[in-house]
């Protein structure tokens, strides 16, 4: 079996949920996720749409977030535990959705349009919503996680998303400073990058929290 699985910023993610309910109900061994992205598409084009000297003041702001987007690609490996006992357990995961504000952020492969402040007010509101169900079906407290790897938009997000979860932003690896917004590859990417820092060691809690367009939430867990 091979398809795509597109959610905005949670698709990789998605995908883990995805391929962990497959195992679980033995449908699969094993699944590869791979995810890449370019933004020298959309890029070029921003660039070249807010050059022109008829642009707006509206819609340049509502193009402006496209210049933060950033270029990756990430591939994981999920199997059954039995057959990986020197493997990381991926603990489960929450949703939740808020999809009256599924125009806030819109776009294809040449073109984005973002309501960037309000985009980030309706997406810390339903992060807090899903903080809470994530506290009660994965156990979660702030204390009792090791990690955080974060979907990072920029430093305004990480730093307030961290903010109104009360979460110790030495726990939050991050990856904006050199990288941008990779999307969907930056959880991917950012696991990565904890691991070869060294502080990531077997038997810590991660947690993976991502907020994505529709809006969509969605907060994991793995037992390294």
């Known amino acids: 079996m091979n398809f795509d699985l597109g959610n905005a910023c949670l698709g990789f993610v998605n995908g883990m949920d995805m ?3 497959l ?18 598409q959309i890029t070029e084009a921003t660039i070249k749409r ?6 707006d ?13 950033g270029s990756g690609a990430a591939a994981m490996v999920l199997g059954r535990s039995d057959l990986e006992p020197d493997g990381h357990t ?15 952020c819109a776009g294809n492969i040449d073109h984005m349009v973002t309501k960037t402040r309000e985009l980030l007010m309706a997406g810390m509101e339903l992060a807090v919503r899903t903080w809470g169900r994530a506290a009660e079906a994965l156990g ?5 996680i090791d990690h955080f790897i974060v979907h990072q938009v920029s430093k305004v997000h990480t730093e307030q998303f ?10 939050v690896f991050r990856l904006y400073p050199d990288y941008g917004n990779i999307g969907p590859a930056g959880v ?14 077997r038997g810590q809690r991660v947690a993976i929290l991502g907020i994505g367009s529709g809006i969509n939430c969605t907060m994991a867990e793995l037992l390294w």
């Open 19 to 21: 391929v962990g309910n």
């Open 23 to 40: 195992i679980e109900r033995g449908q699969v061994d094993y699944a590869i996720l791979v995810n890449g992205e370019t933004s020298r």
């Open 50 to 55: 807010m050059l022109d000297p008829e642009i």
């Open 57 to 69: 003041e509206t819609s340049f702001r509502e193009q402006f977030a496209s210049l933060t987007l």
């Open 90 to 104: 991926f603990t489960g995961s929450v949703n939740l959705a808020a999809t009256q504000h599924c125009r806030l």
């Open 140 to 144: 979660w407290t702030v204390d009792t």
């Open 162 to 171: 961290a903010g109104v979860l009360g979460i110790d932003l030495t726990k």
């Open 188 to 201: 991917p990417i950012a696991l990565s990058k904890l691991l070869e820092s060294g502080k990531l060691v």
